[in-house]
């Protein structure tokens, strides 16, 4: 059960990309418990339809829309839409990723500008193209980033590029946007049960590498979901340009943390 009141977002918004499924998803099902209204963006449109029957049963306002974050004008009209529908934007979360494991000399260019480009392309335009609908001040802005932005890790130099800029655009963005009342935080996760990411790079590491974490274990959705929340509560309202590393502390191994991706 939640330690916060259930009516907490109670008429707020949330724009949330990469929100039909895993980690992103289980966000917008706590918002919408917390009352919110939701705007799901990704590219599956099965898998929207499916995400926004689930909120939906559980009573929520819940706008889906099937866009490539990639393709900014895309995006800028799913953004318009959403303030159509709803009003001012009060929290939006750039959540859209991509990731497969490759040696960096046997990448295609275009391998790697798809993951670039889903994750940090996909962040800029999720928050320039709501930039002119968010409530201000008082807007929360939300990225998912990951341990390899501050790891460099084999097999995974496109996603410690595309991280790595997502986590130096927040704490650029946090600076300039501040002003007008927007602050902008996020979530490093580790592994995460149930979700895609950890299928995908499960595949590399012994099957015994959580349990050799300081937190021996994977996270689960609702820990996601539940520091997602925290950061768009008043818990946090003097708190911008910081990534929360909640990861059970891959991020403290370094070196030894890296080495497990490395192929047997």
């Given at each position: ?83 159509a529908e709803f009003g001012a934007i009060d929290i939006v979360v750039a959540g859209a990723?991509?990731?497969?494991i490759a040696p960096a000399a046997a990448m295609s260019a275009n391998a790697f500008a ?97 349990q050799s974490l300081p937190v021996p274990r994977y996270a689960t959705l609702d820990e ?41």
């Amino acid at each position: 059960m939640s330690i916060f009141r259930a009516d907490l977002l109670k008429g707020q918004t949330a724009f949330i990309t990469g929100g039909s499924s895993g980690i992103n998803l289980g966000i917008a099902h706590r918002f919408v418990e917390h009352g919110a209204n939701v705007v799901i963006v990704a590219r599956n449109p099965e898998k929207l339809a499916a995400a926004r029957a689930g909120l939906e049963a559980k009573g929520g306002r819940v706008m889906a829309c099937s866009v490539d974050v990639r393709d900014y004008e895309s995006m800028a009209k799913a953004a318009a839409e959403a303030a159509a529908e709803f009003g001012a934007i009060d929290i939006v979360v750039a959540g859209a990723a991509g990731n497969f494991i490759a040696p960096a000399a046997a990448m295609s260019a275009n391998a790697f500008a798809a993951v670039v480009g889903i994750d940090l392309q996909g962040t800029f335009n999720t928050f320039r193209s709501t930039f002119e609908y968010l409530r201000k001040p008082g807007a929360r802005l939300m990225v998912i980033s990951a341990p390899q932005a501050v790891n460099p890790t084999p097999l995974q130099a496109h996603v410690c590029a595309a991280k790595a800029g997502i986590e130096a655009f927040v704490r650029s963005a946090a600076i300039e946007w501040g002003a007008v009342g927007v602050r902008i935080n996020g979530i490093s996760p580790g592994g995460v049960l149930g979700t895609e990411g950890l299928e995908r790079l499960s595949a590399g590491l012994d099957e015994k590498f959580s349990q050799s974490l300081p937190v021996p274990r994977y996270a689960t959705l609702d820990e996601m979901a539940d520091m997602a929340l925290i950061l768009v509560t008043p818990v946090t309202d003097y708190m911008t340009g910081h990534i929360v590393a909640l990861d059970g502390g891959i991020s403290l191994l370094g070196g030894t943390y890296a080495q497990a991706f490395q192929k047997k």
